[in-house]
């Protein structure tokens, strides 16, 4: 008896070690409900804002989240910039990539985007917009500049005195990437002396600029964010031109399979209550997906930013504990669910299980219809619905039913964005959500 004893204390200190699985419920990681990558985000009068490319390999549009609690985002695309609005002969036909948004000190807010291999920038009296075009419909940083690199992914910097800088730069086919930046005048828009190339070792591409006391600490991405090789490094200087010195510590944030997080990078810093946070995108799971698809997720942990320009390695996690932020989301009414999965990963609880990794989709060949049994008869209000892809047209409806055997139409709707709200005030048991063949469903709140 005592050696099982022992065993089975073993056993639970193993358990206890062990990293959390990327699929358990109510998990915060990803943050955000879809694919959604090299995120910027933004707090302004009570309410946040996370601007990010659209998967996979972006969109014609950009993504605009926004939350007033953190935790529950709502969907949109800004009218700029767009592929469309933002192009040029030689822009070629890469899609919208990579904001990064900033508000000055005199409270102007600026957007500095990647569209093709070219940088554009735009403005907007708030970071909910209206967004337009701040350079006479051309781009800030063309093609041309040097034609060797990949001119994307436009970071801009603040410093404690108001003065603004640009940095920017990636390679080509995952190699040679190159970091420029630039001194801006009070527009905005406006170089203020010539670009430098201060190309820190290991770059390739997203480099994102923090004061770290006296120091200035230079972040970026190097690795296939293809693969399972993309990940986050820094490196030190004692002025934003640098010179930089990677730091001994450097990557800060890589791959880490134990705990289910692939190729994580691309990312944005920012404060909340104090605390310094790491936002960035990773593969979504499981890895690899299907086909040749570049599906990623928006995931946020604590950073450690030390006066002396160090920044201390981060342990990627499905937790996402933001302070300032909810301490959960709207998970709505319990309900138990009854359908059919196409397997056991994508079964009908996945659409209650309060965790953007995990969704539903009906098994092929089988109707694509989800029944959530709330146990009773409740009065609910409505229904939000999370599809796989918010910039998709889903036609969905929603039937109720107070045994089970007898159904009447609730509500239906044919709609993009996340989440789609659906109304149906009326008592009811069961109710049965119909959506597209094949399509997925990461949340189904009821309420």
């Known amino acids: 008896m005592i050696r099982i004893a022992l065993l089975a204390a073993a056993a639970l200190l193993v358990a206890a070690d062990a990293p959390p699985r990327w699929d358990t419920a109510s998990d915060r990681n990803p943050l955000l409900p879809g694919y959604f990558a090299d995120p910027s985000i933004v707090h302004d009068k009570g309410r946040w804002y996370i601007f990010a490319t659209i998967d996979p390999w972006g969109d014609d549009r950009l993504a605009l989240w926004t939350s007033t609690n953190g935790r529950d985002w709502s969907f949109s695309t800004p009218a700029w910039p767009t592929k469309a609005a933002a192009t040029s002969p030689s822009s070629g036909d890469s899609k919208v990539w990579a904001p990064s948004v900033v508000k000055t000190r005199d409270g102007r807010w600026f957007m500095y985007v990647s569209v093709g291999s070219e940088v554009w920038v735009g403005t907007a009296p708030s970071p909910a917009g209206p967004w337009r075009d701040a350079h006479g419909g051309k781009p800030l ?173 981060v342990v990627p996690s499905h937790g996402g504990i933001v302070e300032g932020f909810a301490a959960h989301r709207d998970a709505g009414l319990h309900w ?19 965790n953007y990794a995990t969704l539903w989709r009906a098994k ?45 139409r609730a509500a239906q709707t044919t709609a993009s964005g996340s989440p789609i709200v659906l109304h149906h005030a009326a008592p009811t048991r069961y109710l049965r959500l119909t959506v597209p063949t094949g399509a997925g469903v990461w949340e189904w709140i009821i309420r």
């Open 141 to 313: 940083i063309a093609k041309a500049f040097d034609p060797r690199y990949h001119m994307i992914d436009a970071e801009a910097f603040i410093d404690d005195d108001g003065q603004a800088y640009l940095y920017w730069g990636s390679g080509w086919n995952w190699t040679n990437g190159h970091c420029f930046v630039v001194k801006l005048k009070r527009d905005m828009v406006t170089f203020d002396g010539t670009p430098k190339d201060v190309t820190p070792p290991h770059y390739f591409e997203a480099p994102f600029m923090v004061r770290a006391g006296k120091h200035y600490a230079l972040t970026y991405s190097d690795g296939k964010t293809t693969e399972d090789t993309y990940k986050v490094r820094y490196a030190i200087g004692e002025t934003p031109f640098g010179p930089f010195r990677e730091a001994a510590n450097s990557p800060i944030l890589s791959t880490d399979r134990a705990r289910d997080v692939i190729s994580p990078g691309h990312h944005a810093i920012f404060r909340s209550g104090g605390q310094a946070y790491i936002l960035y995108h990773r593969q979504g799971l499981p890895f690899p997906p299907p086909g040749d698809a570049v599906l990623r997720q928006v995931a946020v942990d604590p950073l450690t930013i030390h006066d002396d320009g160090t920044i201390a390695t």
């Open 336 to 354: 138990t669910a009854r359908g059919e999965g196409a397997d056991a990963l994508h079964g009908p609880a996945r659409a209650a299980d309060d």
């Open 364 to 408: 092929p060949g089988a109707p694509a219809t989800l029944v959530a049994d709330l146990g009773s008869v409740r009065t609910v209000r409505e229904s939000l619905v999370r599809m796989e892809y918010p910039i998709r047209r889903y036609a969905l409806s929603i039937e109720s039913s107070a045994d089970g055997r007898t159904w009447r």
